[in-house]
């Protein structure tokens, strides 16, 4: 469930729709920033709240990258593999972060600290290879700078 604070802050999404429906990307990014991801049961009923299938949310969670659909570590990983960062090294990126966290894509380290996961272009292309940890972008790496930011992280 949401909290009442976050239920309101719903509420106020869904006034500015005609359709509910068109809540459910936001309503499903409240719901994450709340609970760390989004389970089955939130899933359940941010569908009942807005008035959408519990399929429709699923198949919305599963289908963009940044929904996480099961508990992760305290930090969140995101590799991107995509064209300019594989030109740019990503594979010795991925090789990294597994070094220093014992993480692959699509896993979680032992001490549950970390999550990594390959994702497609995050519109950095630029500062090419890049990786996201939350909400911070980190570009232009090298496994070294990769190591110093990982180090930095408590
Ligand atoms: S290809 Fe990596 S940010 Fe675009």
């Not at 068109?22 to 709240?49: C, H, K, N, V």
């Not at 919305?60 to 659909?69: P, R, S």
């Amino acid at each position: 469930m949401l909290s009442p604070e976050n239920l309101k802050k719903v509420e106020a999404v869904r006034s500015h729709y005609p359709d509910s429906k068109a809540a459910l990307l936001p309503a499903l990014w409240i719901a994450q920033e709340q609970e760390g991801w989004i389970s089955t049961d939130m899933m359940r009923y941010l569908g009942d709240l807005l008035g959408v299938t519990y399929a429709h949310v699923m198949g919305v969670v599963t289908f963009y990258t940044m929904f996480i659909d099961k508990p992760q570590g305290k930090y969140h990983i995101e590799v991107c593999t995509n064209v300019s960062c594989l030109l740019r090294g990503s594979d010795k990126i991925v090789d990294a972060v597994h070094k220093c966290t014992g993480a692959k894509p699509g896993q979680t380290s032992a001490d549950g600290k970390f999550t990594v996961s390959e994702v497609e272009c995050m519109g950095a292309c630029g500062g090419a290879p890049m990786i996201a940890i939350g909400e911070e972008y980190y570009e232009r790496l090298s496994a070294e700078k990769l190591e110093e930011i990982l180090n930095t992280l408590a």
